[in-house]
């Protein structure tokens, strides 16, 4: 088996674009004026979204990396502190953090001298291979709510990935 083609598929799941939009797309629709708010029926807002998968994708890179890692506390930690209104730099700092440490998770994956099988051995069994997935599917799901919360907002039309203007 060619392993070169498998860090080139996972490099590739972890950027997000091959079956739906991808992490810069969803992000860049969302007006300031609308980044704290929940329209009904949504539980979270688009910056609290954006925080978490930050913070949950850059807790399993420094996990996949770092034995002295010491992880947030579950499920606190994994969200913003407040829903307070971010300035563009504090949504800005967010959004670049994301990017780093998904690339980061990207090059580690990349790197001919990653075992992606082996098991991390600071964990209890999981494996680099593993945590991209989890990744990958965790920041799936999220971008998804972003999508919908997108939708409820008017930013998108329904059934569109296209913006409206608003």
Request: charged share 25%; glycine share 6%.
């Amino acid at each position: 088996m060619d392993e070169s083609l498998i860090r080139e598929h996972l490099v590739k799941l972890l950027g997000g674009a091959d079956a739906h939009l991808d992490f810069d797309d969803i992000i860049s629709h969302f007006p300031v004026k609308l980044r704290t708010v929940k329209p009904r029926g949504a539980v979270h807002s688009a910056w609290q979204l954006l925080e978490h998968l930050r913070i949950t994708q850059w807790d399993i890179l420094e996990f996949s990396r770092n034995p002295n890692h010491v992880s947030p506390a579950f499920p606190d930690g994994y969200w913003p502190k407040n829903d307070t209104a971010p300035d563009e730099k504090a949504w800005g700092k967010s959004v670049r953090a994301f990017r780093s440490d998904r690339k980061a998770l990207q090059d580690l994956v990349a790197d001919q001298s990653t075992d992606l099988l082996a098991p991390i051995p600071h964990g209890t069994g999981q494996t680099i291979f593993r945590e991209c997935f989890v990744v990958a599917k965790h920041n799936s799901y999220h971008l998804g709510q972003l999508v919908l919360l997108g939708r409820l907002l008017g930013i998108w039309k329904e059934g569109s990935n296209r913006k409206i203007e608003i």
